[in-house]
């Protein structure tokens, strides 16, 4: 049984458990008579967030703008209701990327691990940081790779950023940067675009990024998702609507992505990050004065 079996067998595992405790979940509400059918418009919120996020764009962000401008959700439900939605989706993501992307499988697993410990033991240290000034430099530095890429993508005569691995001191800070995105996921600040712009930055083919931030991303999520829904922090019928709206949405986007030159993916790695950092510089002056330091 090779490595890659293994990992993809132990995704299918949090699947499983994270299926079996919304089910439960989902049985308990209507037997006590609660309302569980998504309406079309929630599952097709849930289509159109996640054909994007299978590109690298993220989910939240563009579920957040269309809940509030149709004043679907409770601004206290959001963060539970964006998790536990988006879990499957991902998982639908990591699953399809890591079996059909060629990815250097020990990079893979690394990377994944990383962010995985990352969120487990970095977010404890990293949660008392003030927001505001991580959003500002976090935005700083994603311009500033934008541009390094743009660069690189304009000068014809590059040959570079087509391995599908990481070895020796690349591999060191592969995991030291997915390890700090990891983290970093505890201040709301979404992993895809850091990760993309990583992976290309050390040299990598940039669709080797796809597995790397949907593995990370899918096995973290179900532990906070799984919180969620335990503490009924979430709003069950948009959560569902994004899950049966995802799912299919996801299958479509990733035959576009497999299909595309690489140098057209590098295109979309440069516009994800762009809109990475203006979403965080946004965040950071709409935050209140008082926030600066939170």
């Not at 948009?238 to 949405?249: N, R, S, T, Y």
Request: charged share 10%; net charge positive; aromatic share 8%.
């Amino acid at each position: 049984m090779t490595i890659k079996t293994l990992l993809l067998l132990a995704l299918a595992a949090v699947a499983l458990f994270y299926l079996a405790v919304w089910v439960r979940a989902i049985v308990r509400e209507r037997a006590e008579h609660q309302p569980v059918t998504p309406s079309p418009t929630q599952i097709a919120i849930g289509a159109i967030a996640n054909f994007f996020d299978t590109f690298g764009i993220g989910s939240f962000a563009t579920t957040t703008a269309m809940w509030r401008n149709l004043k679907m959700i409770r601004d206290e439900r959001l963060p539970g209701t964006l998790n536990v939605g988006h879990t499957l989706p991902t998982i639908a993501q990591a699953f399809i990327f890591i079996q059909t992307v060629e990815v250097d499988i020990r990079t893979l697993l690394t990377l994944i691990v990383a962010a995985v410990l990352g969120m487990t033991i970095g977010a404890k240290y990293v949660a008392t940081w003030p927001r505001r000034r991580v959003q500002y430099g976090m935005s700083i530095a994603l311009f500033v790779a934008a541009l390094l890429m743009l660069l690189t993508i304009l000068d014809k005569s590059f040959s570079g950023g087509l391995a599908l691995e990481l070895t020796g001191a690349k591999l060191v800070l592969g995991f030291i940067g997915n390890f700090m995105l990891g983290a970093l996921m505890s201040l709301g600040i979404g992993l895809y675009g850091p990760c993309m712009i990583m992976i290309a930055l050390l040299g990598m083919n940039p669709k080797a990024a796809f597995p790397i931030m949907m593995g990370s991303c899918a096995f973290l999520m179900p532990m906070g998702s799984t919180q969620y829904i335990q503490q009924k922090g979430y709003d069950l019928r948009a959560a569902l609507g994004l899950a049966l709206g995802g799912i299919p949405a996801v299958l479509v986007a990733v035959y576009l992505v497999k299909s595309m030159n690489v140098t057209y993916v590098r295109w979309i790695v440069v516009a994800v990050v762009l809109y990475t950092a203006v979403s965080l510089l946004r965040s950071a002056l709409q935050a209140p004065a008082n926030a600066q330091e939170q």
